[in-house]
Every structure is written in C-alpha cells, then in structure tokens.
C-alpha cells in the first residue's frame, strides 16, 4: 500500500547545519518505514525576523509584493539545504518551492491564502523515489507573483501537502514536546495533551497558542487530515489533532491561551442609525484588515461608541481607514490603544457550564486583574486586558482550571 507521510519542520528545528543534519537523520528513518515522504520546511532560526527588520531599514512601509519575495527567501534557503544534508547520507532528494510544489494562492500579499495545490510535480517526484522537500510558507497566484501565507504559515503549507498528495498524516516537528495547557514557556507546569480535537486546537490557535497556524487546523479539519504534534529534540509520542479524542471524563477546560499582538480601536459617539457599522466593517472587509471582538454599547443621546480589537500589526493601516472614516460617520473621534492582550480559555466542556465563566472571572479578580472587553463563543471565553497583566492572567487560570489535570488526559 502506498503510504505517504509529510512532515514539517519549524525554524527553531532548522536553526543550525548541525539541527539541519539531525533533521535529515530524523527523515531518513521516516523514508524507510513508509513509501514516501515530503518534508516542508520553515526559514531557519530568526531569518524571517531579520529580513522584516532588513526591510524596515530602508523604509518605514515596505510595499506588500516585494515584502513577499524577501520573507519567502528564508524558506527558500533552507529547503535545499536539507535536500544536500539528505543527499550526503546517500538518500535521494529534491528540494522545490512552493511554485514548483503547486501551491496556488490569492494575491493578498502577506496574509494569502491557499486556493488550489496541485501536486503533479510533487508525487512525480515521490515516484521516482526522491524524498520531497518544500520551501514552507509560500506560494504563487496565478500570474506568478510569489505570496507568503501569514507568519506561520509553514504549518499550513503542510497541512494542505499532505491534504493533496493524500498522505495519512502530517507531522509538525517544533520546539515543544506537543499542545500544552498553556504556553509552556510561560506557565512551566503546563502539560502536554495526548490529543485534542481540530475545534478545539482552532480556537486555541485562533486566539494565541501560536504552536500551530490557525489556518492549518482548519484545512485538517475541513479533509479529516490527523496533525500530529511532536519536539524535533526528542522521540515524546507528542499530541494528536483529530476528530474524537476521548471524551469520557472530559476535563472542562483544555487549555489557556493567550495574544500579545492585540490592539483595541474605539469609536467615540457614533450616530445611532443603520449603516454606521457595516460602512465601518466594510472598509476593513477591503482593507484585509480583520477584526476580532467587536462591543457596541446601548446608545445614551442617540450616540453609541463602537470598539473592536485587531491585530497590533494591522493597527497602523486600519487607522488610516478609521481617520478617513469618522467625517462620513459623523462620530466625534477615535481612540487607538496598543497595550493591550487577551487571554482565553477554551474547551468543549464550556458548552453549557456557566459556572466556568464565572471561576474564570473569580480568578482574574483574585489575582488584581481588570477586564476590559469580553467575548464569548459556545467553547471559548476571551478577556482583554492590559498588557503588562497577561502573564498574570494567564497563570490564574491556569492554576484554577489545569493545575490538577488528571494523568488520562495526558501524554
Ligand atoms: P516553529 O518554529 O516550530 O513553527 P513556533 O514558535 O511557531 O515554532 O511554535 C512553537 C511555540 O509555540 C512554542 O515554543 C511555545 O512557546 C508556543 N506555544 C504557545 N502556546 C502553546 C501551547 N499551548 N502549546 C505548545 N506551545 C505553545
Ligand atoms: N518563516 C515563517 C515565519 O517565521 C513561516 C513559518 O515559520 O511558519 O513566520
Ligand atoms: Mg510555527
């Protein structure tokens, strides 16, 4: 039977010649126990940190096109250097971009997404018996410009691989030892998850647990594709992302996550009549500004202030649209805050238990915390708050809803 594995291996993974060969030892057992195998790879260590840096020395706004062609080249490096460390331990290889790999996308520079992969040239390849080894993170829109996929979007570039080629699973290989209860550099006690579903691991995603790009759950989901999360470092079983994880006994709460890259935008005395909003909304729609919590209040006077969160890097353009926006609306003003986070807590197990909204807000009080906006979905709780209180956050919550986790549910 005809068994592919991807595998993708994140930057801190790659950092170094010497991790890069570690990478190809790891692959070259994979190869042996399986028909094929597609390694997609991310820029190594910092690179893509220091190109966006590189670029901000020459000017203060990078166009997005070209921002594009300098990020993809960290993933572009790295591939054909894992294709040569295979290749010296005598193991056939063939590194391709993500052109070459097929990944088709829109042309929202920056933030683009997957519309098609076509995969010929890929199980061309594993067909003559080449380990396949893809530049992560980009891809090409139809006229042939080069897109990046949002930061972290190597995980997705593997997801949808192994979604094409009809892999049986697809392997994210990092820095941690799978999903933690929270972010284990933060909270230390944070524990690893024997598996979790893909809503889960979305919402967790979607609001912070940077250890999988939200983009990469949802394709999983979408095909059923299981994503096994698991350390680079060491051979820990790691966590498994898939349709039924075990639900007898369910811990209430899975995890705790938490943003940083948050700002809060409030418009101040908006008329109170229809269209305001969706003028408002529209213009980020055609901006590709996306926006998060959106509050608006009973209105006093016929007025009402509008607020809604975003991310902290999309801050400076959705300003440009709001400036250009009060005069239409006739508001009196806005107001920008940057120093901001959020702070979630997700589970299944919300569904339909109020109480644990209300230990969540007991334990920021206790632990001196204010809450600045709330949101809620049917399995997540999401508070903003100020920034310099996210951590403490972030340890409340933890201690009250994971600090005695049961071993079942771990690995
Ligand atoms: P990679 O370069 O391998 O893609 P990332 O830095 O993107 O790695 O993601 C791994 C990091 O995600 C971890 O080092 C950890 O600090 C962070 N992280 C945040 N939340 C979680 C969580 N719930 N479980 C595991 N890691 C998490
Ligand atoms: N190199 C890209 C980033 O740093 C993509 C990735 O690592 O997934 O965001
Ligand atoms: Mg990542």
Redesign the pocket.
């Given at each position: 039977m005809t068994e592919y594995v991807v595998q993708k291996y994140?930057?801190s993974s790659v950092a170094t010649p010497e991790l890069i060969a570690r990478v190809a030892e790891r692959v070259q057992a994979t190869r042996e126990s399986c028909t094929g195998v597609v390694v997609v790879v991310?820029?190594m260590g910092d690179?893509?940190?220091n190109l966006v840096s590189l670029a901000h020395q020459i000017t203060d706004d990078p166009p997005s096109r070209e921002m594009d062609m300098l990020?993809s080249a960290?993933?572009t490096i790295t591939a054909p250097l894992l294709t040569m460390a295979l290749a010296a331990r005598g193991i056939k290889a063939i590194a391709l971009s993500g052109l070459q790999a097929g990944i088709r996308t829109s042309a929202s520079h920056r933030k683009a997404r997957i519309t098609d992969v076509v995969p010929l040239r890929v199980l061309d390849e594993l067909a003559r018996g080449n380990v396949v080894v893809v530049a992560?993170?980009q891809g090409a829109t139809e006229g042939m410009d080069i897109t990046t996929l949002g930061?972290?979007?190597?995980?997705t570039s593997a997801v949808a691989i192994a979604v094409a080629i009809g892999a049986s699973s697809c392997e994210i290989y990092t820095d941690v030892s799978g999903v933690h209860t929270a972010d284990p550099r933060l909270i230390p006690e944070a524990r690893p998850l024997a598996d979790i579903s893909y809503e889960e691991m979305l919402e967790l995603a979607a609001v912070g647990a940077r250890v999988l790009?939200p983009r990469a759950v949802e394709i999983g989901e979408v095909y059923g594709m299981p994503i096994l999360v698991r350390s680079a470092f060491d051979q820990s079983a790691g966590t498994l992302i898939h349709r039924s994880p075990a639900m007898e006994n369910r811990q209430r709460v899975r995890g705790i996550a938490h943003e940083t890259d948050v700002a809060k935008m409030t418009l101040v005395h908006v008329p109170d009549r229809p269209g305001i909003v969706a003028a408002l909304f529209g213009a980020f729609g055609a901006a590709n500004i996306n926006v998060d919590i959106i509050v608006q209040n009973v209105s006093h006077d016929g007025t009402t202030d509008v607020s809604f969160t975003l991310a902290e890097t999309d801050l400076c353009e959705a300003e440009k649209v709001v400036a250009e926006l009060v005069p239409r609306t006739g508001a009196s003003g806005y107001e920008a805050s940057a120093n901001i986070a959020t702070v979630s807590v997700v589970g299944t197990g919300i569904r339909g238990a109020p109480g644990v909204f209300a230990s969540a807000f007991q334990a920021l009080a206790g632990a001196g915390i204010n809450i600045q906006l709330i949101s809620t979905s049917e399995i997540r709780l999401t508070c903003v708050v100020d920034r310099a209180q996210v951590e403490d956050a972030v340890r409340a919550l933890h201690h009250v809803f994971l600090a005695a986790l049961d071993d079942d549910h771990l690995v």
């Amino acid at each position: 039977m005809t068994e592919y594995v991807v595998q993708k291996y994140g930057g801190s993974s790659v950092a170094t010649p010497e991790l890069i060969a570690r990478v190809a030892e790891r692959v070259q057992a994979t190869r042996e126990s399986c028909t094929g195998v597609v390694v997609v790879v991310s820029a190594m260590g910092d690179t893509t940190d220091n190109l966006v840096s590189l670029a901000h020395q020459i000017t203060d706004d990078p166009p997005s096109r070209e921002m594009d062609m300098l990020l993809s080249a960290g993933e572009t490096i790295t591939a054909p250097l894992l294709t040569m460390a295979l290749a010296a331990r005598g193991i056939k290889a063939i590194a391709l971009s993500g052109l070459q790999a097929g990944i088709r996308t829109s042309a929202s520079h920056r933030k683009a997404r997957i519309t098609d992969v076509v995969p010929l040239r890929v199980l061309d390849e594993l067909a003559r018996g080449n380990v396949v080894v893809v530049a992560g993170f980009q891809g090409a829109t139809e006229g042939m410009d080069i897109t990046t996929l949002g930061r972290g979007g190597s995980d997705t570039s593997a997801v949808a691989i192994a979604v094409a080629i009809g892999a049986s699973s697809c392997e994210i290989y990092t820095d941690v030892s799978g999903v933690h209860t929270a972010d284990p550099r933060l909270i230390p006690e944070a524990r690893p998850l024997a598996d979790i579903s893909y809503e889960e691991m979305l919402e967790l995603a979607a609001v912070g647990a940077r250890v999988l790009h939200p983009r990469a759950v949802e394709i999983g989901e979408v095909y059923g594709m299981p994503i096994l999360v698991r350390s680079a470092f060491d051979q820990s079983a790691g966590t498994l992302i898939h349709r039924s994880p075990a639900m007898e006994n369910r811990q209430r709460v899975r995890g705790i996550a938490h943003e940083t890259d948050v700002a809060k935008m409030t418009l101040v005395h908006v008329p109170d009549r229809p269209g305001i909003v969706a003028a408002l909304f529209g213009a980020f729609g055609a901006a590709n500004i996306n926006v998060d919590i959106i509050v608006q209040n009973v209105s006093h006077d016929g007025t009402t202030d509008v607020s809604f969160t975003l991310a902290e890097t999309d801050l400076c353009e959705a300003e440009k649209v709001v400036a250009e926006l009060v005069p239409r609306t006739g508001a009196s003003g806005y107001e920008a805050s940057a120093n901001i986070a959020t702070v979630s807590v997700v589970g299944t197990g919300i569904r339909g238990a109020p109480g644990v909204f209300a230990s969540a807000f007991q334990a920021l009080a206790g632990a001196g915390i204010n809450i600045q906006l709330i949101s809620t979905s049917e399995i997540r709780l999401t508070c903003v708050v100020d920034r310099a209180q996210v951590e403490d956050a972030v340890r409340a919550l933890h201690h009250v809803f994971l600090a005695a986790l049961d071993d079942d549910h771990l690995v």
